[in-house]
């Protein structure tokens, strides 16, 4: 018998449950009883619990015996064991329990959260996060996805309280100083997804989809953040109705934003949880890029309500397709809501950043055997959300739209209320479409990596070949406890490849699945320029031969963003993988002075970041003047403030360019005239505000310890979260060693929430001018961070590891991981080191080569 599975003899339909949390003890007492069907004349019934006392347990079997059963913890395993001296009856029958257990400062379980009020008051709320298997923690359950039931939930709590769960209250009654809160019936669901949230809570008016009612739930003082958000939440909920053809299974749906929050959002039916900056904004005073934040999460979570929650994975190895579907229909929302936001191009970013874990040897397939459920933790990763997004928005753009569309739906249809699988999907699609569609997919979704597509013409011919990509020709050594089994990778995918050649004027678009090694097709002798990948939807990269290549560049003009995108991405990617020439690379950046896209500049400014990483400090003026020499241009021609009637793009570039200038450029007139601005702006005057947060960071940059003063204020006394947040990551970027010894202290004495305090230092670690203080304080911190930060806490910061580019720093963060023997769940360090390795491997590889570049530049 699998020891992580719950034996199948007894299980639940329906729970009664009653929880009395009290915020002044933070404890909570709890009753439930579980309605449950016996399929076996058992003696004994095994269900998940931990951190609970258990104080009784009475079972009732199929024939209506009652009998009292002697409870049995076992905190290692997570379970509860009632043994019972008569064996049960099989049938239908109930199982009570009364329990008791503390509202812990971990941020899972039922927890607890501490924000100041408007008067500057420090209060207490409480509030849940389950996934993926802290429900146990809550309350005794058949904690896995597989066990649906009912739950009719029932709260009892402070009179001057309020409190939401999963779906409407039925009923309120006053009960002395208390008061209980009857909820309706859920929908049969998972354990993973129920929600309780208690405090002196706020509410906006609720907004009808249909019959159901939205609203948006903050603390006090926080209801004037809440339009954005509810316009989204509004917007794609009737998008999903719409595009799923399957009403919305809740009986209302609320948003909340809770001040402690260790993920970004949950799920949860009918009552999604946030983080307060993925939810509440200013929307006249916030950027573009806060403000996509907040649509992007509300849509990823409306779309679970149907896809995670109306049906369900069977088991943790299917928590991809739950969040590359979120993910991916979060996309087609969004993009439906605002097009000028062109969101699609601006995946290009997220692909982009999966495709440089997916480039690793100690990358993973999307889907694999998950065994233990803490082994899905670390799947919640970019291979996961960003990788399967991109492979179905592949799939999505190959079988056509309206076929895929059809395909979900049949899907959700099949298995509404249930569980299903991957393979579910694909028959579902494979109807739809008529094509092999596991055929296609499987070696994209169950094996690691992805490949190279090599496109050169020879003779009279387009040649296109394919292997897989690799930043390093061999694996790392690893000393892990766990021996990384090597995941074979398929000799070749089946790509769908999409060409477009421009001839004498006209362009051809032409679909390739690519199935072999190599693929030939004629191409006229007249072809101007050739695009591989045409349109962006591809997971593959493209390495164009030097003709193809310097076609391109000739009429760059005649390519979509997301194509030019590509171009420099897949260029840099295989510079770093050693296939291109550094000094090639940055020649060919200077050939886009005159490009105008956001996205496309991220991956010149990301590219320029790495750089500034692993060079030597002699080199650094070669480069600051390197990337002013690229940037200057661009800004020059968008000006320093927006334009009447000027698009939503160039809007958002202009503070990507004035960061990237008073930072790595270094550029003192732009930093002087972000002072300008700023003071401008302290005094009332108005900064655009995606300007704004652009500012901040060149004037921390360029910063003392005054203004370091200055933005702690800021960041102490913030009016909305996105405020808050650019103060805080300001704190990161004053380069004087006694401030970033500062900033640091503050990731561990609770200054810095600890959903915050791990992204801060990964930060710290990443940048030049800190990463030597903030390893040392890491390294001296780990126990305290360990034991203070939330549970996938110390796992993002390490990621900052990726940013100790320097053979000496590379060596000393083996020698810390080794002798601590730290793991970080899954594959996540092996990728961690991994990085680092490639990092400083370009660094050896190319670094005579960078100097004698940036000399010249
Ligand atoms: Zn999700």
Same mark, same amino acid.
């Given at each position: 018998?699998?020891?992580?599975?719950?034996?199948?003899t007894?299980?639940?339909?329906?729970?009664?449950?009653?929880?009395?949390?009290?915020?002044?003890?933070?404890?909570?007492?709890?009753?439930?009883?579980?309605?449950?069907?016996?399929?076996?004349?058992?003696?004994?019934?095994?269900?998940?619990?931990?951190?609970?006392a258990?104080?009784?347990?009475?079972v009732?079997?199929?024939?209506?015996?009652?009998?009292?059963?002697?409870?049995?913890?076992?905190?290692?395993?997570?379970?509860?064991? $009632?043994?019972?001296?008569?064996?049960l009856?099989?049938g239908?029958?109930?199982?009570?329990?009364v329990?008791?257990g503390?509202?812990?400062?971990?941020?899972?379980?039922?927890?607890?959260?501490?924000?100041?009020?408007?008067?500057?008051?420090?209060?207490?709320?409480?509030?849940?996060?389950?996934e993926?298997?802290?429900?146990?923690?809550?309350?005794p359950?058949?904690?896995?996805?597989?066990?649906?039931?009912?739950?009719?939930?029932?709260?009892?709590?402070?009179?001057?309280?309020?409190a939401?769960?999963?779906?409407?209250?039925?009923?309120?009654?006053?009960?002395?100083?208390?008061?209980?809160?009857?909820?309706?019936?859920?929908?049969?669901?998972?354990?993973?997804?129920?929600?309780?949230v208690?405090?002196?809570?706020?509410?906006?008016?609720?907004?009808?989809?249909?019959?159901?009612?939205?609203?948006?739930?903050c603390v006090?003082?926080?209801?004037?953040?809440?339009?954005?958000?509810?316009?989204?939440?509004?917007?794609?909920?009737?998008?999903?109705?719409?595009?799923?053809?399957?009403?919305?299974?809740?009986?209302k749906?609320?948003?909340?934003?809770?001040p402690?929050?260790?993920?970004?959002?949950?799920?949860?039916?009918?009552?999604?949880?946030?983080?307060?900056?993925?939810?509440?904004?200013?929307?006249?005073?916030a950027?573009?890029?806060?403000?996509?934040?907040?649509?992007?999460?509300?849509?990823?979570?409306?779309?679970?309500?149907?896809?995670?929650?109306?049906?369900?994975?069977?088991?943790w190895?299917?928590?991809?397709?739950?969040?590359?579907?979120?993910?991916?229909?979060?996309?087609?929302?969004?993009?439906a809501?605002?097009?000028?936001?062109?969101?699609?191009?601006?995946?290009?970013?997220?692909?982009?950043?999966?495709?440089?874990?997916?480039?690793?040897?100690?990358t993973?397939?999307?889907?694999?055997?998950?065994?233990?459920?803490?082994?899905?933790?670390?799947?919640?990763?970019?291979?996961?959300?960003?990788?399967?997004?991109?492979?179905?928005?592949?799939l999505?753009?190959?079988?056509?739209?309206?076929?895929f569309r059809?395909?979900?739906?049949?899907?959700?249809?099949?298995?509404?209320f249930?569980?299903?699988?991957?393979?579910?999907?694909?028959?579902?699609?494979?109807?739809?479409?008529?094509?092999?569609?596991?055929?296609?997919?499987?070696?994209?979704?169950?094996?690691?990596?992805?490949?190279?597509?090599?496109?050169?013409?020879?003779?009279?011919?387009?040649?296109?070949?394919?292997?897989?990509?690799?930043?390093l020709p061999?694996?790392?050594?690893?000393?892990g406890?766990?021996?990384?089994?090597?995941?074979p990778?398929?000799?070749?995918?089946?790509?769908p490849?999409?060409?477009?050649?421009?001839?004498?004027?006209?362009?051809?678009?032409?679909?390739?699945?690519?199935?072999?090694?190599?693929?030939?097709?004629? $191409?006229?002798?007249?072809a101007?320029?050739?695009?591989?990948?045409?349109?962006g939807?591809?997971?593959y990269?493209?390495?164009?031969?030097?003709?193809?290549?310097?076609?391109?560049?000739?009429?760059?003009?005649?390519?979509?963003?997301?194509?030019?995108?590509?171009?420099?991405?897949? !260029?840099?990617?295989v510079?770093v993988?050693?296939?291109?020439?550094?000094?090639?690379?940055?020649?060919?950046?200077?050939r886009?002075?005159?490009?105008?896209?956001?996205?496309?500049w991220?991956?010149?400014?990301g590219?320029?970041?790495?750089?500034?990483?692993?060079?030597?400090?002699?080199?650094?003026?070669?480069?600051?003047?390197?990337?002013?020499?690229?940037?200057?241009?661009?800004?020059a021609a968008?000006?320093?403030?927006?334009?009447?009637?000027?698009?939503?793009? !160039?809007?958002?570039?202009?503070?990507?360019?004035?960061r990237?200038?008073?930072?790595?450029?270094?550029?003192?007139?732009?930093?002087?005239?972000?002072?300008?601005?700023? @003071?401008?702006?302290?005094?009332?005057?108005?900064?655009?505000?995606?300007?704004?947060?652009?500012?901040?960071?060149?004037?921390?940059?360029?910063?003392? @310890?005054?203004?370091?003063?200055?933005?702690?204020?800021?960041f102490?006394?913030?009016?909305?979260?996105?405020?808050?947040?650019?103060y805080?990551?300001?704190?990161?970027?004053f380069?004087q060693?006694?401030?970033?010894?500062?900033?640091?202290?503050?990731?561990?004495?609770?200054?810095?929430?600890?959903?915050?305090?791990?992204?801060?230092?990964?930060?710290?670690?990443?940048?030049?001018?800190?990463?030597?203080?903030?390893?040392?304080?890491?390294?001296?911190?780990?126990?305290?961070?360990?034991?203070?930060?939330?549970?996938?806490?110390?796992?993002?910061m390490?990621?900052?590891?990726i940013?100790?580019?320097?053979?000496?720093?590379?060596?000393?963060?083996?020698?810390?991981?080794?002798?601590?023997?730290?793991?970080?769940?899954?594959?996540?360090?092996?990728?961690?080191?991994?990085?680092?390795?490639?990092?400083?491997?370009?660094?050896?590889?190319?670094?005579?080569?960078?100097?004698?570049?940036?000399?010249?530049?």
């Open positions: 018998m699998d020891p992580y599975r719950l034996p199948r007894v299980v639940p339909n329906r729970y009664d449950l009653r929880l009395e949390p009290d915020l002044t003890t933070l404890t909570f007492r709890g009753v439930e009883t579980i309605a449950v069907s016996i399929a076996e004349p058992v003696s004994e019934i095994v269900f998940n619990a931990v951190e609970l258990v104080d009784e347990a009475v009732t079997d199929g024939r209506g015996r009652e009998q009292r059963a002697t409870v049995t913890l076992d905190e290692a395993a997570e379970r509860c064991r $009632l043994a019972l001296a008569q064996p009856a099989t239908e029958g109930t199982l009570r329990l329990f008791r503390t509202l812990n400062d971990k941020l899972r379980g039922f927890y607890r959260s501490v924000y100041k009020d408007p008067s500057g008051v420090s209060r207490t709320m409480a509030a849940t996060q389950f993926a298997t802290d429900a146990r923690r809550a309350f359950c058949w904690d896995e996805p597989a066990f649906k039931a009912v739950f009719s939930v029932t709260l009892v709590i402070d009179a001057a309280l309020t939401v769960s999963n779906t409407r209250i039925l009923e309120t009654k006053p009960d002395g100083a208390r008061k209980i809160l009857r909820f309706a019936d859920s929908i049969k669901m998972s354990t993973y997804l129920v929600a309780l208690v405090g002196e809570l706020e509410a906006t008016d609720a907004v009808g989809v249909g019959p159901t009612p939205v609203k948006i739930w006090p003082g926080k209801r004037r953040l809440a339009a954005f958000g509810q316009e989204i939440a509004v917007d794609s909920l009737r998008f999903f109705e719409e595009y799923y053809g399957v009403p919305y299974p809740g009986d749906l609320d948003l909340l934003a809770i402690d929050f260790a993920a970004g959002a949950m799920e949860n039916l009918g009552a999604i949880t946030f983080r307060e900056t993925a939810l509440l904004v200013d929307e006249t005073a950027s573009h890029a806060e403000l996509q934040r907040v649509a992007d999460v509300v849509a990823h979570e409306n779309a679970h309500m149907w896809f995670g929650d109306l049906v369900t994975m069977s088991w190895n299917g928590i991809w397709l739950n969040e590359a579907f979120a993910t991916f229909m979060e996309m087609l929302a969004v993009d809501w605002k097009p000028e936001w062109q969101r699609w191009t601006a995946f290009g970013v997220s692909r982009a950043a999966a495709m440089s874990v997916d480039g690793l040897h100690s993973r397939p999307i889907e694999f055997p998950v065994r233990a459920p803490r082994e899905a933790d670390a799947m919640f990763d970019v291979l996961t959300y960003e990788k399967g997004a991109s492979v179905l928005r592949m999505e753009q190959f079988l056509g739209p309206t076929v059809q395909g979900v739906r049949d899907y959700l249809n099949a298995h509404r249930d569980n299903a699988d991957t393979g579910d999907l694909w028959a579902a699609l494979g109807r739809a479409s008529n094509q092999p569609i596991p055929a296609v997919m499987d070696g994209w979704i169950f094996a690691p990596g992805y490949p190279l597509v090599s496109a050169s013409v020879e003779g009279a011919e387009l040649v296109l070949r394919q292997q897989r990509f690799n930043y061999q694996p790392l050594p690893w000393y406890a766990a021996p990384a089994a090597a995941t990778a398929p000799a070749r995918w089946q790509v490849v999409q060409l477009r050649v421009s001839a004498g004027g006209r362009d051809t678009v032409e679909r390739v699945l690519l199935t072999d090694a190599e693929a030939r097709r004629p $191409l006229p002798a007249s101007d320029s050739v695009v591989v990948n045409e349109g939807h591809g997971f990269r493209v390495r164009y031969d030097d003709t193809l290549r310097a076609k391109l560049l000739a009429r760059l003009g005649s390519l979509g963003a997301i194509e030019r995108f590509n171009l420099v991405n897949d !260029a840099w990617a510079t993988a050693g296939l291109m020439s550094l000094p090639d690379y940055l020649e060919l950046t200077a886009f002075r005159d490009e105008r896209d956001k996205n496309v991220a991956v010149l400014i590219s320029f970041s790495t750089l500034n990483r692993l060079i030597t400090p002699a080199d650094r003026p070669g480069l600051e003047a390197l990337v002013r020499d690229r940037a200057t241009p661009a800004l968008l000006g320093w403030t927006p334009r009447h009637g000027e698009d939503e793009l !160039a809007r958002q570039l202009r503070g990507d360019l004035v990237a200038l008073g930072t790595l450029g270094n550029d003192r007139d732009v930093q002087a005239r972000a002072a300008e601005l700023y @003071a401008a702006h302290t005094r009332g005057a108005a900064v655009d505000p995606n300007v704004l947060p652009a500012l901040i960071a060149v004037l921390a940059h360029a910063g003392d @310890a005054g203004r370091y003063d200055a933005f702690l204020d800021r102490r006394k913030a009016a909305t979260p996105q405020e808050e947040q650019r805080l990551y300001a704190l990161t970027a380069p060693p006694p401030l970033v010894e500062q900033t640091l202290g503050r990731t561990v004495n609770g200054e810095i929430r600890t959903q915050d305090a791990p992204f801060v230092a990964r930060t710290m670690l990443m940048q030049v001018h800190a990463r030597e203080i903030a390893w040392a304080f890491v390294k001296k911190q780990w126990d305290t961070m360990d034991r203070l930060y939330p549970k996938h806490g110390l796992r993002r390490a990621e900052g590891v940013g100790l580019a320097t053979p000496e720093l590379e060596a000393d963060v083996h020698r810390f991981f080794q002798e601590r023997k730290i793991e970080l769940g899954g594959k996540t360090l092996e990728q961690y080191l991994e990085q680092l390795r490639v990092a400083v491997a370009l660094r050896q590889r190319e670094g005579a080569a960078l100097s004698r570049a940036l000399a010249r530049a």
